[in-house]
């Protein structure tokens, strides 16, 4: 049985994504967060958005990074604040909790690391771009909805 650890990663916005990043064994680290997300991903999402490009990240240790936050501000890319606790109101948790139900319902379900990365790709093309708008644009109301119960528990 083949046992390993892995991370991945994807960048959404309305009408549009980036491929799956999947990252080879080890840590992910500032300086692979930087050379293998921030640099080929977000740098061409900041390209093709221009100005209003707002980059919103979690608040994982290699995201925060001085290395991290050196780099976008070398290519002129805004940050999002993003409060500590608060996962459930980025729209990216919720494509990965979608892609891991994906997974669960297959036939076969992948039980190799390489199965398991062609499956996350499949399921990351397949996965409608409808249903990524539709969490993108729903940020604001979960948003209002975060600051009407002062940060307390959201009921959906």
Do not use: K
């Amino acid at each position: 049985m083949e046992v390993a650890v892995f991370s991945f990663g994807g960048g959404i916005m309305l009408g549009s994504r980036t491929d799956l990043h999947i990252f080879d064994a080890g840590s992910v680290n500032a300086t692979r967060y930087c050379n293998e997300i921030l640099l080929p991903c977000v740098r061409l999402f900041r390209g093709a958005m221009g100005l209003q490009f707002l980059f919103m990240g979690d608040n994982a240790p290699c995201h925060r990074t001085v290395a991290a936050e050196q780099l976008l501000e070398s290519e002129d890319i805004e940050r999002m604040d993003w409060p500590a606790r608060s996962l459930d109101l980025n729209p990216i948790e919720h494509v990965w909790d979608f892609l891991g139900r994906r997974l669960a319902a297959r036939t076969l379900p992948p039980v190799m690391i390489q199965t398991l990365r062609l499956a996350l790709q499949d399921e990351w093309a397949a996965m409608p771009q409808q249903l990524i708008d539709i969490l993108i644009l729903s940020m604001g109301r979960r948003c209002e909805t975060c600051l009407a119960v002062r940060g307390d528990h959201i009921p959906y």
